[in-house]
């Protein structure tokens, strides 16, 4: 059985799970090398710590556990680096060149901590080794692995490797819909209240359609710097408006099922759970072309529908046609988000990382067949 060491940040729930998934599965010695248990970020000071059931190690500012990071990575068969900004980092990607290990990069598309020029000469020093080398890249889905290809070259193996989560908790029987066309419609945002999660045209788009439909209602699962400007913004409909703070992880299905439609307005986000889990709720979803789950999984006008980012004009446009569609139309709507997700579950999850992991490996032995063209396009069709 072949050792993979994956270095990652903090202990996310999905992260967590799907970890858990793939140790368990048994084909791999998986060792996840956490850098923190949290971040500074609020959303992840507030999750419930998930139990980790694989191999891990916290690394935190403790020289010990670097040190036996170094002796992990000597036995590891392949060693995945699923952040960069921490200094030792660029050692480690170092070391495994120094090596000749099997390594590799997996992320989101570039760009969304440090955008422009000034972002790209950021990561062009942070992730220097991986540019000097040949290493493959990992993006997370499509859209993420066309951004890599942009930002280096097309001269290196690429594969597109979405995030996978545990969608079952959020499958219902029947459908989310209302018995006739004048009960309410419900329309649920799920996520941090900021500007890049496109909020404030969310907020814009309900308070013009509210005053043509007063059957529609939007809930806010989620906090963020925002909210007191969205309280204010939608004050005349606050009846309609419903603002249910953050909630734990295990608890937002009750949210889902609950409403009609899910709104994911990102500005910018380089995948977004948050589309799968609705979609697997039987929720049409509303995403932008800047959101990368939303691009790979929303068909426009069957299971949701794919607008421009940062338009209040296309968002109250696809909302207004949820509206009125009619009980039938929504139901198809419902079974088609369903049957998406149904090939975004945790156990494809597993299975796409562990052919990725390998087809990665075989990179790096000394006679290849050089597998990665098929596997690509194969990950890609799915």
């Known amino acids: 059985m072949q ?61 010990a556990n670097f040190k036996q990071l170094e002796q992990d990575l000597l036995v590891s068969n392949l060693v995945v680096f699923n952040y960069y900004r921490h200094p030792r980092l660029g050692q480690l990607m170092d070391r495994c060149l120094e090596l000749n290990k099997a390594w590799c990069f997996w992320g989101e598309r570039p760009g969304i901590k440090h955008s422009g020029f000034l972002g790209w000469l950021y990561r062009r020093w942070k992730l220097a080794t991986l540019h000097e080398s040949s290493a493959p890249i990992w993006g997370v889905g499509i859209w993420g692995v066309e951004q890599y290809r942009r930002e280096f070259n097309i001269d290196r193996n690429y594969f597109d490797l979405p995030y996978f989560a545990n969608l079952s908790r959020f499958t219902t029987e029947g459908n989310n819909i209302n018995a006739d066309d004048n009960s309410k419609r419900v329309f649920l945002y799920s996520g941090a209240l900021i500007e890049r999660k496109g909020v ?54 009750h949210y889902y099922q609950q409403a009609d439609f899910l709104c994911v307005p990102s500005r910018y986000d380089g995948w977004g759970m948050v589309v799968p889990e609705g979609l697997a709720a039987g929720l049409p979803v509303i995403g932008t072309d800047k959101t990368g789950a939303a691009i790979e999984l929303i068909r426009d006008s069957h299971n949701g529908w794919l607008i421009d980012a940062n338009s209040e004009t296309c968002l ?43 087809a990665t490996i075989q990179l790096f032995a000394p006679t290849t067949s050089q597998p990665t063209i098929q596997l690509q396009q194969l990950t890609i069709n799915n």
Not at 36 to 60: M, N, R, V, Y
Not at 230 to 244: G, I, M
Not at 339 to 348: F, G, I, K, P, Y
């Open 3 to 63: 050792n993979l060491l994956v270095i990652t940040y903090i202990p996310s729930p999905y992260q967590v799970e799907l970890f858990n998934a793939i140790a368990d599965s048994g084909k791999f010695e998986l060792k996840v090398a956490y850098l923190q248990t949290s971040c500074d970020a609020p959303i992840a000071q507030q999750w419930s710590q998930p139990e980790i059931k694989h191999e891990h190690l916290i690394l935190g500012d403790r020289e």
């Open 200 to 253: 404030d045209l969310l907020a814009a788009a309900f308070t013009s359609l509210a005053e043509q439909f007063d059957q529609i209602e939007l809930h806010f699962v989620g906090e963020g710097e925002l909210r007191p400007r969205l309280e204010k913004q939608l004050a005349d409909y606050s009846d309609r408006v419903k603002f249910h703070g953050f909630q734990p992880w295990d608890k937002l299905p």
């Open 316 to 358: 109250r446009e696809a909302m207004h046609q949820a509206i009125k569609l009619s009980p039938t139309e929504l139901a198809n709507y419902s079974q088609a988000a369903k049957a998406r997700a149904n090939d975004h579950s945790l156990a494809h999850g597993v299975q796409r990382f562990e052919q990725t992991a390998i």
